[in-house]
């Protein structure tokens, strides 16, 4: 194969999801019909990577100092949703209306792989829960392991700072049927069973 | 979000297969977890698309004036074989020890799209024809029904020139089981048997 387009191929192969193949479809649909949107393509990552980096009060990705959500002053500062990737911020804002102010913690504790609350910045956290009048901590982290163990530690320091924190329910999904759910979804389900 | 992340998000999404989630993820992830990746790939679709155009004598894509394969003195020239696309080249070669030359398309006759002989530049296949002394043009068109009218078509060209053609065999394919092959293919293969 012509050596620039065996590099495309093995450059696309950075990209989540694509493997060999779809990268080698990839790389001959941008060359053999959408120049235009390669040449689109490389510029917006050029764009991306110079110019977004983390946003210094929340820690999610922005262009800017703050992000326009820290630096929106109609958001509620008194509410502060912890989740774990940048990616849950845009999940959260595109599935609800919450107006609050969020924390991205850019992983999740892991002691095995020696990611302790130093790693992901949790004095920062702390600072702010200090510095904002925080009322309430929305623990969003993922309901795996890990993300139940941050939850857990982000609880307690809550706690010594009298804040209330809350977690967001654990159950059956949307349109998920009982014979088909895995057995600690259904136990949560259960037990975190509300009135109705 | 921000503009240049939603930029890169929209940029992504030239790519085939992906839609506007695995964009976010893809995006998300190079901006987290892979930045120089990302630069990677941005010069690589920039050299590509720069440098990368179509062979002067078989059309697959290449960086050079001819390509590595019709540059070749040991290839056989009296055997061309004819595709559709660069990506059947690739293909061919990773699969086969096919060692004659070849002759992209680049498309395939479609009347009801406007597609005909000249837009395929078979002017270009037919002096080829005549100037290098081929003894059998073998038609790997896709097996489509635009795909068989092209192969028919290129026939036609062929015998007027006194030139063998062959087909690529239709038929079962490895590891298939009767029971669920179409009707179609189930035909072809029976119409098809070889002396075993």
Redesign the interface.
């Given at each position: 194969?012509?050596?620039?387009?065996d590099?495309?191929v093995?450059?696309?192969r950075?990209?989540?999801?694509v493997g060999a193949k779809?990268a080698?479809?990839?790389?001959?649909?941008?060359?053999?019909r959408?120049?235009e949107?390669?040449?689109?393509?490389?510029?917006?990552?050029?764009?991306?990577?110079a110019?977004?980096g983390h946003c210094s009060v929340c820690r999610t990705?922005?262009?800017a100092e703050t992000?326009?959500r820290c630096a929106d002053p109609e958001r509620d500062s008194r509410v502060v949703c912890v989740v774990e990737?940048?990616?849950d911020v845009?999940a959260i804002e595109s599935a609800t209306d919450f107006g609050g102010r969020f924390h991205v913690l850019?992983g999740r504790l892991s002691p095995l792989d020696g990611i302790g609350p130093e790693e992901l910045g949790l004095d920062r956290l702390e600072a702010r829960l200090q510095a904002e009048g925080v009322e309430e901590l929305i623990l969003a982290t993922n309901t795996s392991v890990e993300g139940e163990v941050t939850a857990h530690y982000l609880a307690e320091m809550a706690a010594r700072h009298g804040i209330r924190t809350t977690r967001i329910a654990q159950g059956i999904p949307s349109g998920g049927e009982l014979e088909y759910i895995d057995a600690g979804t259904l136990a949560h389900a259960l037990s975190g069973r509300r009135e109705y």
């Open positions: 194969m012509e050596a620039e387009l590099e495309l093995q450059a696309l950075c990209l989540p999801g779809s080698r479809r990839m790389a001959l649909h941008l060359l053999e959408d120049r949107g390669a040449r689109r393509l490389s510029r917006a990552v050029d764009e991306a990577v110019r977004i990705l922005t262009s992000c326009s990737s940048p990616g845009l850019l």
